[in-house]
Every structure is written in structure tokens, then in C-alpha cells.
């Protein structure tokens, strides 16, 4: 039997997604996009799924989207592209930015791509030493896709962008930490018992809190103070609503901890 290409655990309230082609550096196939996109859907309308982990198996994180075989096989129509990336990498992206569980990126190699559009896509970024970062596109006389320049200039400021984007130089991990693209370098063979560590104290807080957080801060960027400050009071009434805001007010009260349900 064929071994998945997308690996999915869960434990403790984490569901880990590991892509599972180390031969081509975690080559992104059409396949496993749709997987991920469905994968993260399922998390977000999932309460025992808490907090999500992605990472790669092998010398890869994700070396981008696999072109082989995508080649023009007949005529190729007006709008075609446009509409591959909008049904395609597009949607990827868009799938992590708006789960509503907090996302960790565990890159474990080279992010190169659509594979560091996917990385910088995620909540929180750890990288292993071994880690770096390539924007690739420049490299084949290509625009950048999978949301890159809508995500880099956010992160890094526009300058900052078009050097990764006009050079396409490899960027450490260390650099990355240094830019703001990575939270928090460390040695290998620790990335993955770090990302479970975050991954699970993520798991076991207010979840419904932290994901109107999420949209809140994805959303800040993007609008005005008067539209952010009513999006906020909104945000506001809604989780005053749910069981762990609840328990958290009584738990300052009564001087104790809170005891989050995720509900």
C-alpha cells in the first residue's frame, strides 16, 4: 500500500500534518494541497483539535510546488493561470490564515516557494538550524505566488520584500529570526519536541479566544482604527460568550487558575 503523502496524528488536542515526499524536499502536488486544505477545514469545525503543526519529513520543509507534468498540454486560454492560482496555491494559503485553531509552522529544511509562502502563512514559525528560506520565483523569471507578496512586505516592510523577492538568496535561519520571519531558531534534533511543546500549551487554552485573536490580528493590516477598534469590541461580545472567558473572569475572583475547555 502506498504511503500517504500527507501523514496526519493527533494527540493531546494536536493534529500534526507531516508532508511525505522527502525525495523531491516536500514537493507540494495538487493532491496534497487539496489534502491540507480539507485537513485544516476539518480542524477548524473539529473541538477536540486544538492547535495544528506542519512540517516536513526528511531534508525538506516544502522545496515549493511540484511542476513536473504541469507543463501546457494543449491550448492555453485566457485566464488559465490566474485561475490555477486562485483555485490552487491561493486557497492553500488562505486555508491557514483563516483556521480558526492557531497554526505552527516546524520547519524542518529548506522553505523554498510556495513552501515559505506556507511557512510565513502560519501563527507561528520555529525553525530548525538546518532551516533556510528561499524566495525562488526570480530564479526561473517567475512572479511570486501563494500569497508571497501580500505576506512578506507584512512581515518585513516592502524594502525588505523585494530584496528576498528581487534576489531570491537563500536566508538563513538565523537571518530569518533576525528579519521577523522565524519566533524562534533551534538546534534539529529539537524542532520537533519544541513545536510539540508550543503545540500543546496552545492546545490547552482558550481556543475560541485565540481565534478571534487570530482574525483580529490577520485582519489589522488590512483596515482602518475605527473598523479594527468595532471589530474588536465585536470580537469582544462574542467570546464573552463561551465557557473558558467565563471561567477565566471567575477564575481572577476566586484567585485560581483558569480551566480552559476550549468551548
Known sequence: MTEAAVLRTTGDHVLTLTLNRPESLNALTAGQREEIIRLLSEASATADIRAVVITGRGRGFCSGADLRGTGPTGERLPGDVART???????????VLDCEKPVIAA?????????????????????????????????RGLVPDGGGAYLLPRLVGPQRAKELMFFGDALSAPDAERLGLVNRVVRDEELEKTARAWAERLACGPTRALALTKQLVNASMDTDRTAAFAAEAAAQEINMTTA?????????????GARFSGR
Open 85 to 95: 492560482l486562485r483555485t490552487g496555491a491561493q486557497c492553500l494559503i488562505a486555508a
Open 107 to 139: 520547519v524542518n529544511g529548506t522553505a523554498a516557494g510556495l513552501g515559505a509562502h506556507l511557512a510565513f502563512a502560519c501563527d507561528l514559525v520555529l525553525a530548525a538550524e538546518s532551516a533556510r528560506f528561499i524566495e525562488v520565483f526570480v530564479r
Open 244 to 256: 473558558d472567558a467565563q471561567d477565566g473572569v471567575r477564575s481572577f475572583v476566586e484567585r485560581r
